[in-house]
């Protein structure tokens, strides 16, 4: 590592002192006559010498223990000519290797300052101003860089999404921090562009734009040929990109100053006016190995490691100045050196910060700090939801939506086949033909796709509801939720946020329909996502209020909801016998179902049974026959599994001593397994225990009957509990 280091600072003294110097020239001046003055020459090598020196900082900082593992951006220095192509308002999602893209543009912004705020990073200090020392990340909310994990591409949906939706909050009057010509910016490597949410990232751009929509969005692959230790083929990325129609295709030298400017320069352009999507090349080498902890010599020849060095970047713009009579080579090194000094002398300053000291305040971002005023934006009243008639779950859920869509126009129901179809079960009938194509629409068939809009989307202003068709669907696409949507807030201290009320038809019991694709129970992948709520209605009333809460929840917090839809119960009318229409309820605008509360059916004092969804009306009838048998159930309703309602739980548990969990997810990773835990943590000392479906995908037909839960051993199990 120190080789290395130390070979980069020495190619670069000798390199520049080997140059003759040349006569002087005003620095106003054009070079060589491609519009980039000597001027923008001198301010962009500024950017490309302290992204260097931060680097050879990050390398000294770990030696010391002082710093974590951080990935370098040296060779990749000529993307600070994108970044000066752009306006500090065009808001930008960073590959991390794009370090001198962010101190130039950092150093575009009154008040910044790249170099502490790259170091403080490095360190984990809580006073880093985007993380708070959470994350190493590339990121700052007065520069229009939104903080970006470095899970591989995961990052384009969201860049696609974004650019979409800042041109449909301009149409629509919705505020948006973001300029309505604004071109959005997405940089990532060109292994990177071989993944899969890279592939379908730049397919949804494409076709978006084949359909006439606007898409500003500006794609740059820093291909420095090598992802970590596997060469990419000479030639791909062009062969890949270069040929999509309707994608514009630019390609630059990222290691000549002059080439990578002007045509950066070209491709801004170019989108700011078309408004559509264009794919910027950029030719770049990777220097130092692909992170501080990396053996570059074990897989790569010194032939290799040689031909790069010797496209460094930094030397590259050096030696322009000093042939370009901008400046002579002892001004160059000088400066390079007094940048080095600068950068050196914080990272000293930095290692005395303070770091996060406590779980409360790591997980600060992760809370919902503001209730009552979720509870204000709930009541705020608007379209009467159902008007006194009582509906079915599918029913009060489209009828919440008309009302939401109607009160605000920052609403926006979107996903595979909601708009003209009316989604597979009819739940957002005649929502597009009353709100519009621009509120209601149709996406592609990609999960990832959905999610990226609605990531977007709410960082342009709005609520984005996106509809993913079944819950076994998500699974697709989990890292939009996982890595993207619930990151953004932890890693930004919310300064960024992403609400969303993501509706999800999911569960088991459908009849005629599906398998397992069609009939999932498993929410595992869900429920352990740090910050992220699920709410789970099995009734009319509680549907329309907990879809509001949701979108409240969104709107004002910044939350990423999950709205469970249990399919098998979208137009179930009966509870106990035919035509008693004892499920179907009546929906009001005035209520208010906080977060995490639960609901209880009945006053038993023998059992509670503990449920939620499908198990709701099944336990229902349970306890009707257990009464008939001088039984006395009551049953709750968890509604929320995410947080769960602990307090309600502790409390009609205790009521009765005794507890029965009825959970139609899987014996192993499901709901139910929290529950028990919960109980123990809490100190209750009654009998618990639990009936759940099996370990099992769910198969086609009356096989399904085979693994699920159903009513007779949710029975037998509360008449043992009773009875022993």
């Known amino acids: 590592m120190t080789e290395q280091r130390v070979d980069l600072e020495e190619r670069f003294r000798a390199e520049l002192s080997a140059l003759e110097p040349r006569p002087s020239r005003p620095i106003e001046q054009p070079v060589e006559d491609v519009g980039l003055t000597g001027a923008q020459c001198l301010d962009l090598f500024e950017s490309q010498a302290t992204s260097r020196h931060l680097d050879l900082a990050a390398r000294r900082l770990g030696s010391a223990k002082h710093g974590y593992y951080s990935i370098g951006s040296s060779g990749h220095e000529g993307n600070a000519a994108v970044a000066a192509a752009l306006r500090p308002t065009d808001p930008a999602l960073l590959h991390y290797r794009s370090g001198a893209f ?42 229009a860089v939104i903080p970006q994990t470095s899970t591989i591409a995961s990052h384009l949906p969201r860049a696609v999404g974004l650019a979409f939706a800042i041109e449909r909050a301009a149409r629509l009057g919705v505020a948006c921090e973001w300029p309505s010509d604004s071109v959005v910016l997405c940089s990532f490597g060109d292994a990177s562009a071989n993944h899969s949410t890279a592939a379908g990232a730049i397919n949804a751009a494409i076709h978006t734009a084949r359909q006439g929509v606007p898409l500003p969005l500006l794609f740059v692959c820093e291909d420095n040929g090598i992802g970590i ?18 994608l514009q295709y630019f390609d630059a030298d990222g290691s000549d100053l002059l080439d990578a400017a002007t045509t950066a320069t070209q491709v801004v352009d170019w989108v700011r006016e078309h408004r559509k999507p264009a794919f910027l090349h950029l030719s770049t080498v990777r220097l130092m190995g692909h992170a501080g902890s990396d053996v570059e010599s074990a897989y790569r020849s010194p032939t290799d490691i040689t031909a790069d060095l010797r496209r460094d970047p930094v030397i590259a713009t050096g030696r322009l100045l000093v042939t370009s009579g901008i400046a002579t080579p002892t001004e160059v090194i000088a400066r390079y050196d007094e940048i080095g000094g600068r950068v050196a002398a914080m990272a000293e300053l930095v290692c005395c910060e303070p770091k996060l000291t406590s779980a409360s305040a790591v997980m600060a971002p992760l809370v ?197 839809e249990p399919i098998a119960l979208y137009h179930t009318r009966d509870l106990h016998r035919p035509g008693d229409n004892a499920w179907l309820a009546t929906p009001s605008d005035t209520d208010h179902i906080a977060i995490g509360h639960a609901r209880v059916y009945g006053d038993g004092s023998d059992l509670t049974i503990v449920t939620f969804a499908n198990g709701v009306p099944m336990s229902l009838r349970v306890a009707q026959r257990l009464s008939d048998r001088g039984i006395r159930a009551r049953v709750l309703d968890l509604r929320w599994l995410s947080p769960l309602p602990l307090d309600d739980l502790l409390d009609h548990a205790r009521a009765t001593g005794r507890v029965l969990i009825a959970d139609e997810t899987r014996h192993t990773g499901g709901v139910s397994e929290s529950l028990c835990t919960a109980l123990i943590d809490a100190g209750f000392n009654g009998p618990v225990t639990r009936v759940t479906s099996e370990d099992s995908f769910i198969p086609l037909g009356p096989a399904a009957t085979t693994v699920l839960l159903d009513e007779s051993r949710i029975e037998s199990a509360a008449t043992k509990l009773v009875t022993r």
């Open 368 to 564: 919902s700090p503001h209730p009552d005023l979720v509870q204000a934006d709930v009541l705020r009243r608007g379209h009467t939801v159902a008007q006194g008639d009582s509906v079915t779950l599918a029913q009060a859920i489209n009828q919440t939506l008309a009302a939401l869509l109607d009160r605000d126009n920052d609403v926006l129901v979107f996903g595979e086949d909601v708009g003209r179809k009316g989604g597979v079960y009819g739940v957002t009938k005649g929502l597009q033909k009353q709100f519009g194509v621009r509120r209601v629409f149709d996406t592609l068939l990609d999960e990832q796709s959905v999610l990226g809009t609605a990531l977007g989307a709410g960082l342009a202003g709005f609520v984005p509801i996106p509809e993913i068709q079944y819950l076994a669907y998500v699974h697709n696409a989990a890292d939009q939720l996982r890595g993207e949507a619930a990151t953004l807030s932890y890693f930004s201290q919310g300064q960024y946020r992403n609400p969303m009320v993501v509706r999800i038809a999911g569960y088991g019991y459908q009849k005629g329909f599906g398998g397992h694709f069609h009939n999932d129970n498993s929410i595992a992948a869900l429920r352990d996502i740090p910050g992220l709520i699920i709410a789970s209605p099995a009734r009319a009333d509680d549907a329309a209020a907990m879809l509001r809460t949701c979108v409240s929840a969104a709107r004002v917090d910044g939350r990423v909801c999950i709205y469970l």
């Open 229 to 246: 230790s596997v060469p990419t083929p000479p030639g791909w990325i062009e062969q890949s990109y270069g040929i999509r129609l309707g």
């Open 102 to 143: 962010f101190v130039h543009r950092a150093r575009q912004v009154p008040g910044l300052d790249p170099i502490r705020d790259v170091l403080l990073g490095m360190v984990a200090a809580a006073a880093e101003p985007i993380s708070g020392g959470r994350h190493k990340v590339f990121g700052s909310k007065p520069a």
